[in-house]
């Protein structure tokens, strides 16, 4: 089992910054991927960001390139998501998540932390 814990959401104007954490535990955390999902409103879940244990491998998504930078502390064992000049559209539950590098499917996620954007 691995125990993913998010913090760091809120409400702030848009263009402004926010940063979300992730706090894992339980296994090998090496062998696990970490990313980001969010969900707005009526909409499905969507993948933001990943990075790898080993190997600091990152994606994003395109509606983030530019503005989303992900991270991890291997020595805290936990995951980051710098969020700038964010945008009304950005509005959504920030789901941290967590996937064996062998794996396709992330089988465990965090409660979820709330970020909105006002304009």
């Known amino acids: 089992q691995v125990q993913l814990v998010e913090s760091g959401g809120g409400l702030v104007q848009a263009g402004g910054s926010l940063r979300l954490s992730c706090a894992a535990s339980?296994?090998?955390?090496?062998?696990?991927?970490m990313g980001w999902f969010r969900q707005a409103p009526g909409k499905e879940r969507t993948f933001v960001a990943s990075?790898?244990?080993?190997?600091?491998?990152?994606y994003n998504a395109d509606s983030v390139k530019g503005r989303f930078t992900i991270s991890r502390d291997n020595a805290k064992n936990t995951v980051s998501l710098q969020m700038n000049s964010l945008k009304p559209e950005d509005t959504a539950l920030y789901y941290c998540?967590?996937?064996?590098?062998?794996?396709?499917?992330?089988?465990?996620w965090g409660q979820g932390t709330q970020v909105t954007v006002s304009s």
């Open positions: 339980g296994r090998t955390l090496s062998s696990y991927t």
């Open positions: 990075i790898t244990w080993i190997g600091s491998g990152t």
């Open positions: 998540a967590a996937r064996l590098n062998s794996r396709d499917k992330y089988d465990y």
